[in-house]
């Protein structure tokens, strides 16, 4: 945004999530978390949650699993055996990276104790070239970069260096910044053209790398950036395909016209990387292949829900349309990675789908990953569950909450995605402050001539779509608040004072551009009235189903809810669009809006019969009439074990 260059300590009050305050290319700034307050409401209660429940009860798994202890044994602390994977010490970062967001909205947490305690614990287990990482040192040190594809080594360093960035951010402190910065240059002099050659089969340290530059100021880290990412394409010629796809290793990225067969989670986060490193670099090559990918996944790869990775195999996309219900993977770190990239890709080109995606994919992708008592977590998110046939599904396989995996990245993402969720509903440039993210609470922030802001926010989001928005200034000030009109809205209102305001329209941001006076307030009404959505008819699966939709949430039937009828002959009565109903269930998860609406169940379809019949002859079942209610698909599988459906066929009662 400006030509300022960042160095420690300059401004880690005032950095955002990611900190493209200086960074040429981007259009667009983000406001730290500790700038936003967030009263009682849906994100609060979430953020309340993480904070009380789920980060403690987390450390405590990761410290029964060993991961805490590797760090002390690395360090010379402890005798023992480490324990964990590869990936293990990730968990560890991505916990303390979670922390050290909570920190910046609440200094005096008790979790600044065990942050401190972890990271003593990092910087004592350094090794003295640099190297930070416990499943690759001692007698596993000659192991260092022998297993690229696997070994998962830049991954967890990419964790650590996000740590030791949100560290800095909250304290201020550059303890694990000089670190996070000495591991850095290890790795700079250790991955080039005459050294290892090569690039990570997980990416990930890409953002992080570049998050750590704008931090420090030390531009070595985006060409070590480049050359991970200018290695794609050649850096594992011995894997055969499928492996190379999964490692997004089958052409190099900028050929890229598609995810088809390539990991999730590792696409993800290299397109994140990459449109980070275009942030910086103006590397129009990226900038095209970046773009090129966004339109192919979201036009043909992303499930209803805001979900990723259709495939179990290799944890990867699928083909155009592949998109299977029972049997999505879904990973809830493809989800939370699709909102790291949009937020970065909307600092490069600030239009509002890339805010829509990001909304979307968090509601309805990420939050089904925890249980609504932060104990449980998934790791993978179908569409679709049977009653009784859950035990033939693969593991993992999103039917079950679980309270720990061993590879336990999804938990340890939702923590540090919860915790950061203040950071990603305000961003400003030059004409004023944008709201992206409805959320009842407060923004104390400044303009850009430096005098002080506040906007409160009132509402009920995202089970109202009434939002105000209270300016309080000190003096007048001409400036524009950009409001974001989600696409999914219709017939949006704007007012500020009674007065509407003329040409707001879904799909972009509605600049009120004014002399603001103190306590004026901004109105904005969208319609959250639940309704069906189609898919596609390429993508057959769906073919004659509807996915019911109410503002920025995705439905689901859920057995519980529906006594009586099963996934596999429940429908929606096609008349039922204009009967349903937006109904507030106060005592039911934790307070939700239910949808209800006429459905019907093919009742005598329930026995085995002849699986297959003369054409046309049709399966003329009756079908018996009833009220279906619907929930919200984050809130699924919170009472017991019971079928889904999020695509539900309709028929005419
Ligand atoms: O390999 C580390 C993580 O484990 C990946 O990001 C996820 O997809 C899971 O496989
Ligand atoms: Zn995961």
Redesign the pocket.
Known sequence: MSSASATPDAGWRVAGLIDTRSSPQARHAYIPTRAVRLEPGYWRSYMDLNHATILPSLLQKLADAGRIDNFRIAAGQLDGEMRGRD?RD?DVHKWLEGACHVLQTHPDSPLATSVQEIADLIAAAQDADGYVNTAFVGDRKALRHTNLRHG?EL?VAGHFFMAAVAHHRATGSTQLLDVAARQADYLCKTFRPKGVNSTSG?P?VEMALVELYRATGNARYLDLVRFLIDRRGSAFPEADLRQRQSLVDAQPLREMKELTGT????SL?LLSGATDLYLENGDESLRRAVETLWADTVATKLYVTGGL?ARYEH?SFGEAYELPNLRAYA?T??AIAHVFWNQRLFAMDPRSRYMDGLEWSLYNGAMPGVSLDGMTYF?SNPLEVHEHGAEELPSRSGVDREPFFQ?T??PTNMVRLLASLPGYCYGYDAQGIYVHLYAAGALDWHLPDGAPVTLVQRTDYPWSGKVEIEVRLEQPARFSLFLRIPSWSRSPRVSVGGESLAQVQSGAYYAVTREWQAGDVLSLDLDVAPRFLEADPRLRENAGCYALVSGPLVYCLEGVDNPGASNLDVQWDANSAAALRLEREDGLLNGVNVVRGPGLIAASRREPGPLYAPAGAGWSTPLQQTTLTAIPYYARANRGRTWMKVWTPHARG
């Open positions: 990936a990730s998962h991954y997980h990930g990991h999730a989670v590792r986060y990775g944890e990973e770190c493809a790791y590879t990245c999804c």
